[in-house]
Every structure is written in structure tokens, then in C-alpha cells.
Nanobody
Framework: QVKLVESGGGSVQSGGSLRLSCVAS????????MGWFRQAPGKEREGGAT???????RYADSVKGRFTASEDNAKKILYLEMNSLKTEDTAMYYC??????????????????????????????WGQGTQVTVSS
């Protein structure tokens, strides 16, 4: 069983930066994908970023160029560097670990070819989330 714990959330002003961390414990297959999702109040959960086993990263258009996902495989830590934060980035942020193909599937979701319901089953373990609040 994989356990994921996110941290690093907080309150910042628009234009500020935060770095989220997601520490994984338990057994993770050497071939896997990791994902960052977020859910704003009153809105559906959405995918934000994903990183594949080979380090391939893909992003939603809403965060592309501002967010960077990375992974320290040795330490089993996933990071999300968030810069130029906007008020619309306010949400609960979740990390998830998925199959090796989940990164590709999530890329298709970002391209509008899949719905969230198509990709979430590919991520088997989820963290409890960390809150990010961006004020103007």
C-alpha cells in the first residue's frame, strides 16, 4: 500500500511562489507516473501536471509555463514548483501515483481528448491534499 503525504501549501499573494512536496512511502513500481491534481471550492477536481517514469512532464494549459513538476526517485518525493501564482490557482492540491501509462493518458486529457473520469482510475493512490490560497 502506498501512502502519499503532501505539504508546502499556504497563503500567498498573487504573483508569488510556492513549492509543494509529496512524500511517498510503501512500495512503488519502478515504472510509474505521478500526478498533481487540484480542486477549487465549488468546482470539479482537475488535473494540473504529470511526470512519467522517464521524466516526461505534461501540464494543463492553465499552469503551463508557471508550474514545474519534478521527482526525486531515490527519495520518493514529488515536487510541484508553482510560480506567478494567480487567484484562480486557489485550490486543494493532491498528488497521486499511477500506472506507467498514466502520464500519456493525462497528456491526452490535457489535450481535451479524455475526461477526468478516464484518467483518475489510472492513479491508484492519492494523498489527503494541501491547501493553496492566492490572494490579490
Amino acid at each position: 500500500q502506498v501512502k502519499l503525504v503532501e505539504s508546502g501549501g499556504g497563503s500567498v499573494q498573487s504573483g508569488g511562489s510556492l513549492r509543494l512536496s509529496c512524500v511517498a512511502s510503501g512500495y512503488i513500481y519502478s515504472t510509474h507516473s505521478m500526478g498533481w491534481f487540484r480542486q477549487a471550492p465549488g468546482k470539479e477536481r482537475e488535473g494540473g501536471a504529470t511526470i512519467g517514469n522517464d521524466g516526461d512532464t505534461r501540464y494543463a494549459d492553465s499552469v503551463k509555463g508557471r508550474f514545474t513538476a519534478s521527482e526525486d526517485n531515490a527519495k520518493k518525493i514529488l515536487y510541484l514548483e508553482m510560480n506567478s501564482l494567480k487567484t484562480e490557482d486557489t485550490a486543494m492540491y493532491y498528488c497521486a501515483v499511477g500506472t506507467s501509462g498514466a502520464c500519456i493518458t493525462m497528456g491526452r486529457y490535457f489535450a481535451g481528448r479524455f475526461d477526468l473520469e478516464d484518467i483518475t482510475p489510472r492513479f491508484g493512490s492519492w494523498g489527503q491534499g494541501t491547501q493553496v490560497t492566492v490572494s490579490s
